[in-house]
């Protein structure tokens, strides 16, 4: 099973600054299938990048994903007030496809 | 458009059997590539992977509930069934359905999540 690590735990930011979050995984991630979603309080994930770097449909390009193998980034280059939620990254090249803790991305 | 919708009780009293079903349109697992998952969320925690079920009829599950979980699909009622046995208070949780497309692997669909309570 994999084990995926985020960090930090929670992000202090203000809107137009820029985000970078991280996950790390205790083994590689089978073909790169690396997700990242937002949650916002009472919502179901959002799901944001996929394949570690492809934007889903209508996410704006201020969201980027990177990395592979067993390091992996988002980036949020400038943070707009809907921004400030909670992020996961999901692993599903392997069966248990396991989520992250979560960073909250939250407002200075 | 792919929706998915949970149903099931709210409240489920510790020992019993929790029975989840998600139905979906826009989407059959007649065709070639689906499957639809269960993904739960205690309150104020991180995401938890549970099971997914393909149009081939393969499931996986979580290794550390399989011997609780079951799941199953109806494709004519475009439902797929969650059954979770001996539920205990740390089982409390949003539960959410999505769906999978085996082929480019990532859940893109989400239900809105149902939360289910333990407790006596």
């Known amino acids: 099973e994999i084990v995926l690590t985020q960090s930090p735990g929670t992000l202090s930011l203000s809107p137009g600054e820029r985000a970078t979050l991280a996950c790390r995984a205790s083994?590689?991630?089978?073909?790169?299938?690396l997700a990242w979603y937002q949650q916002k309080p009472g919502q179901a994930p959002r799901l944001l990048i996929y394949?570690?770097?492809s934007r889903a449909t209508g996410i704006p390009d201020r969201f980027s994903g990177s990395g592979s193998g067993t390091d992996f980034t988002l980036t949020i280059s400038r943070l707009e007030p809907e921004d400030f939620a909670v992020y996961y990254c999901?692993?599903?090249?392997?069966?248990?496809?396991?989520f992250g803790q979560g960073t909250k991305l939250e407002i200075k | 458009q792919i929706t998915l919708k949970e149903s099931g009780p709210t409240l489920v009293k510790p020992t019993q059997t929790l029975t989840l079903t998600c139905t979906f349109s826009?989407?059959?697992?007649?065709?070639?590539?689906?499957?639809v998952g269960w993904i739960r969320q205690p309150p104020g925690k991180a995401l938890e992977w549970l099971a997914v079920?393909?149009?081939?009829?393969?499931?996986r599950y979580s290794p550390p509930l399989k011997s609780r979980l079951t799941i199953t699909k109806d494709t004519s009622k475009n439902q797929v069934v969650l059954n979770m046995t001996n539920m205990d208070p740390v089982d409390t949780a949003t539960y959410f359905c999505?769906?999978?497309?085996?082929?480019?692997?990532?859940?893109?669909?989400w239900g809105q999540g149902t939360l289910v309570t333990v407790s006596s």
């Open positions: 083994q590689s991630v089978s073909s790169n299938y």
């Open positions: 079920i393909y149009w081939n009829d393969d499931k």
């Open positions: 999505a769906h999978r497309d085996f082929w480019s692997g990532y859940w893109a669909y």
């Open positions: 999901q692993q599903y090249g392997s069966s248990p496809y396991s």
């Open positions: 826009g989407l059959s697992l007649r065709t070639s590539g689906v499957g």
């Open positions: 394949g570690a770097s």
